[in-house]
């Protein structure tokens, strides 16, 4: 993250392009971040989940992250505010743009798939009281900015997917003061040195299987 690391993050970016697996970024913070589990330093962690592939990929590898006896995970589901959902559905005009039909029905189809998943980590892991949860309603990007600043103290490290949530209003105008986009847009945010946090960031890509692989 400091300047002058332009040949690392380059390798970071290959890696990312290339990586025949799916490709963790770790952002370090030294002795404030997340350190070593024992018996004398039990590690609290947060996944932080919006939806899409990189996310879920995220929280899959939190289950095997949360098995270890002495760290404390918790997922922090962020939804979207049931009033800035509805008012995002009746700006649409779906019976006048096939295009947008179409787009819609994918996100629909890509937010069933977030529920089940969520669901099933649920019943897995939190109903048994080996992982935490927290819902945390957002109504656009500027919320969403403004959340990890209410938890930066409480966990040494914080996870999450690099991207592939769409076009969603929980994240819409984060991009704009982006600076490293190998870690997407929360990522990015949470490694800021302007967050003011003392947390790790563990940013999490799902491998993209090419075009070829899937015929």
Known sequence: MES????????NHKILRHAPCSVGIFVDRG??????????????????????????EAVA?????????????????FQLSPSTEQTAYNNGTPHKDDELLMDMSSHDIEAEIDRAFVQDFYNRYV?????????????????????????????SLLIV????????????????????????????????SELNTNSSVLVIQQYRHSRNELI
């Open 4 to 11: 002058g690391k332009v040949g690392m993050r380059t390798t």
């Open 31 to 56: 002795q404030t971040g997340f350190q070593q589990p024992s018996s004398q330093s039990v590690q609290n962690i947060a996944a932080l989940f919006f939806g899409g592939s990189d996310d879920r």
């Open 61 to 77: 590898c939190c289950k095997m992250i949360a098995a270890h006896p002495h760290i404390h995970l918790t997922l922090i589901h």
């Open 127 to 155: 109903t048994p009281g080996q992982v935490g949860y927290v819902e945390k309603q957002v109504e656009n990007g500027t919320q969403t900015a403004e959340a990890p600043r209410d938890i930066h103290d409480t966990y």
């Open 161 to 192: 997917g690099k991207g592939g949530r769409g076009n969603s209003p929980m994240t819409t105008g984060m991009s704009d003061w982006e600076e490293c986009p190998e870690l997407g847009t929360v990522g990015d945010l949470l490694a800021s």
